[in-house]
């Protein structure tokens, strides 16, 4: 691989009516009404935002654990997939190194940094070529792949569909879209959020990074975007 280091991402499923749904979660709390006819009778966006904004920002997050959204995700190395599957509110099906024997030489994703030095890419490549020798080497001998896969990399390239609720999507944004996370999950985070947003406009200002959410930056060193809490003063 290498020629494209990119991830692909693409929304695969989600709820129609997102927003009058969440609307209607947050609405219910607080109206006798049916929420039947909350549903129905939810036409006015503007009133419907203000009211998420609301409940959202006093941490009455079950009114967004209703909304499930499913990705497929792939080009993104074991690296950036190891990161991912810590989130416990995701579910995951991931391609397996045990069922699936790699014909040939693997996939793998280069690095940036390495990448754009060619001396250290060709030593690179050099290294993958030649733990996929290794590979095929032990395949051929009869080592199954669930054993034989101990050779691959952290750069081996992986697949998997991924699925969460809103309220882990907005937690993963403000995890990972932090310039503190690492260059490969922020970039895959970042285009998942643009394909709900892209789909879904509203969410716009709840994928971001922690900081913008929060109004100062909760790390022990600032990337400048915003000031920690010690430089503003609490
Ligand atoms: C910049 C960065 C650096 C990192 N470095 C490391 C590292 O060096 N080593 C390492 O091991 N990990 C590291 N991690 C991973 C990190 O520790 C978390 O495992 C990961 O970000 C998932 O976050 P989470 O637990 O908040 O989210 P999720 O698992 O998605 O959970 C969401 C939220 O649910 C609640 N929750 C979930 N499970 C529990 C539980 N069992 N008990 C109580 N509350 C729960 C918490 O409020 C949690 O924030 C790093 C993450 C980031 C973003």
Redesign the pocket.
Known sequence: MGENNKPVVNLISKPENMLKTVYTACRTCYSADYPINIYNGADDEAKMLKLIERVISSGHYSTIEHIQVTFAISNVSRACTH?LV?????SFSQKSQRYVKEKGQFDYIIPPTIERDENLKSKFVDFMNKISEQYQEFVEAGIPAEDARFVLPNAAASSLVAS?NL??MI??AN??L?T???YE?RTMVKMMCDALVAEEPWLKPYLVPKCERLGFCD?DKSCGRVKTREQLGF
């Open positions: 990161q810590r989130h416990r509110h995701m969460l309220r882990e937690h993963l995890l990972r932090c503190r996370a690492q999950i790390e």
